[in-house]
């Protein structure tokens, strides 16, 4: 009897996970360099917004994009070259400041623990020694970070302008080009009978959705100094274990910062 009376109830533990929604698992993560030591971690990112849509967003854009009357703006080569030039410029000059930080913290760490000694004793003239000998090195990555910031601000003085003048083309072509992505949004959503999720990772780079099953698309953008990481990865959603995205550089679209 107690067997029967029971049976109810799991039948209807069974139907809930049966018919009750998937679970997508998004985890953020890319290499970065760390300012205090100048190395490469792995690190994750945290506070990275992060929607889920039930269409392909980019599918969207290429089909608004082939069906309007002029084609896409397509920068100079020239321009292009400059461009990565600058970029290239840009990246030397954080290097050189990344190190210059370095060098400086590890100065005022032995200023530091020189107090802790007197002259006469064999730490301090060690702790001395090292100071002399990064110091050295300090004044020369100086150096070199104004070089190489130099070169960067002369690359960006010249190319500043042509580079505005194609966003603003690039801005107003878009304008045109995808006044009715709202509509088509409008109408993705009605069709599927589900809406766009938004949240935001925690500061273990994580965020969990709880979406329909079916086709998904995970986007999401982040900005370096450099680039912008774009992410539109789809994931096949279904009932019963939780599905795993990972964002990382791997699976990221690199665009160019105009």
Known sequence: MKRLLFLPVLLATLLVVACGPGEVDVVAEIELRDPETGEMELRPLGDLEVRLFPFDRDAVFDSLSEAHDTPEPQMDPELQVQQDSMVAARAAAREAESQVLVYRERLQEISEETQQYSPAE???????????????????????????FEVFEDLQRRV?????AFRVEMELWEDQAFADYPDVVDQKLAERGAEILDDRTDAT??????????????HARYQTSTEELYWNVRVDVERGEPVEVRLTRDNAESRRIL
């Open 122 to 148: 064999a730490r301090y003239r060690e702790l001395v020694r090292e100071f002399d000998e990064i110091d050295v090195r300090y004044e020369a990555a100086q150096a070199e970070m104004r070089r190489q």
């Open 160 to 164: 500043l302008d042509e580079l505005n």
């Open 205 to 218: 780079g994580m965020v969990r959705f709880r979406p329909a099953p079916g086709e998904w698309w995970v």
